[in-house]
């Protein structure tokens, strides 16, 4: 005769099993959440590229709507006066029209790029620079320096902005832009965007 068998109970997953399941599932979680930032950071050195661009195109639009200072050279080495003239409410010289071009263009710049202002003030944020030059060699320069030769017909425009790097302590350069340098501001780089521009 056969003995019969008790059929064994069947038993949970063990304690270590467990354990081993959630640490995988933790590891895949940190994964996850290191996606999500680095693709936050790209997204919005993205969004930084394409406000520059615009705001280089900006000018170039204000340069030919004002033909005749730019002959003059004015939005090169505008005169600048105590007060900025308002040129919307009055009617302005190709000069003043050129002085008031280049500054409002750059504080859009500012505030596009760095530092709000909401006081409606011009906006002055000094770690974001811009400058308009005639420039034989535009991708020469470095970080505040803008090495403009003044040779040619050729306009540069140069814009420079602090974006976030990967790295916080040394201060390097990001490793999805070749056009960022180590600046003064522990975890940022600077970056650069230069247009040519013929008027």
Known sequence: MYALKHPTKERGMTLIEVLLAIVIFAIGL??????????????????????????????TERMRANPAAVADGKYVTPDVSETLPDCLTTECTPAQMAEYDLATWLSDTRQAL????????L???????????????PED??????????????????????????????????????????????????NR???????
């Open 30 to 59: 940190l994964g996850v959440a290191a996606l999500q930032v680095a693709g936050l950071r790209y997204t919005k050195g993205s969004q930084n590229r394409s406000l520059a661009i615009i705001q280089a195109e900006n000018i």
């Open 114 to 121: 760095g530092a709000k202002r909401y006081d409606g003030a």
């Open 123 to 137: 906006n002055t944020d000094s770690n974001v620079n811009a400058t308009v030059c005639i420039d034989s060699t």
């Open 141 to 190: 320069g470095t970080n505040g320096t803008w090495a403009c030769d003044g040779n040619g017909n050729i306009y540069a425009i140069k814009i420079e902005w602090l974006e976030r790097t990967t790295s916080r302590e040394g201060k390097l350069a990001d490793n999805y832009s070749s056009s960022g340098s180590a600046s003064s501001v522990e975890g940022f780089v600077v």
């Open 193 to 199: 965007f230069v247009l040519r521009f013929v008027p």
